[in-house]
T-cell receptor, first 116, second 112 residues
Framework: KAGVTQTPRYLIKTRGQQVTLSCSPI?????VSWYQQTPGQGLQFLFE???????NKGNFPGRFSGRQFSNSRSEMNVSTLELGDSALYLC???????????????FGPGTRLTVT | GDSVTQMEGPVTLSEEAFLTINCTYT??????LFWYVQYPGEGLQLLLK?????DKGSNKGFEATYRKETTSFHLEKGSVQVSDSAVYFC???????????FGIGTKLQVIP
């Protein structure tokens, strides 16, 4: 089974621009979560989508948005980029919560975004 | 809300030393608990998990036991190798809130 894929792997943008990152989950997984990872703040939850609906959201400004398509692929968008948005953006997929409550996430390799 | 507390690193050990990384949690209900590992330049990988009290998760020589009475899930390995150098994240999933909460991560460096 193919793993979680993220594109692009590396990205350099200028302050004020916008960026779109893509995530393709494991086949059959309906939940996609996005995280921002930085050396100073660690792993921070952005949002989670399940069956095209945003189910949970972290504490990030409205410049960060996302969506999920009917095939479970997800995109996240960051508008009006700031220097502090430089980070590794990780996507994780899961089958979604079942009766057991276990919620194993499978991560992609991440997209390294550098804002100059 | 839920929270996961783990020791801040970095932790530096010599090869073949015993490893313990502490993890405690606060959660509503009965969460599942996980340890993830992140090698340099990669995403996180699930290392082991436990879904109920007293369960022991194990993988690649690593072990962790779900202790409900102390709300802990400490990661242990009897003899670390240089290849174990990575960042380790403790996490919980909460059926009530249907979300996953991660700790800050502990960097482990194993020197020959």
């Amino acid at each position: 089974k193919a793993g979680v894929t993220q594109t692009p792997r590396y990205l350099i943008k200028t302050r004020g621009q916008q960026v779109t990152l893509s995530c393709s989950p494991i086949s059959g997984h309906r939940s996609v979560s996005w995280y921002q990872q930085t050396p100073g703040q660690g792993l921070q939850f952005l949002f989670e989508y399940f069956s095209e609906t945003q189910r949970n959201k972290g504490n990030f400004p409205g410049r960060f948005s996302g969506r999920q398509f009917s095939n479970s692929r997800s995109e996240m968008n960051v508008s009006t980029l700031e220097l502090g948005d430089s980070a590794l953006y990780l996507c994780a997929s899961s089958v979604g919560f079942g009766d057991s409550g276990s919620y194993e996430q499978y991560f992609g390799p991440g997209t390294r975004l550098t804002v100059t | 809300g839920d929270s996961v507390t783990q020791m801040e690193g970095p932790v530096t050990l010599s090869e073949e030393a015993f490893l313990t990384i502490n993890c405690t949690y606060t959660a509503t209900g009965y969460p599942s608990l996980f340890w993830y590992v992140q090698y340099p330049g990669e995403g996180l990988q699930l290392l082991l998990k436990a879904t109920k009290a007293d369960d022991k998760g194990s993988n690649k020589g690593f072990e962790a036991t779900y202790r409900k009475e102390t709300t802990s899930f400490h990661l242990e390995k009897g003899s670390v190798q240089v290849s174990d150098s990575a960042v380790y994240f403790c996490a919980l999933s909460d059926l009530f809130y249907q979300k996953v909460t991660f700790g800050i991560g502990t960097k482990l460096q194993v020197i020959p």
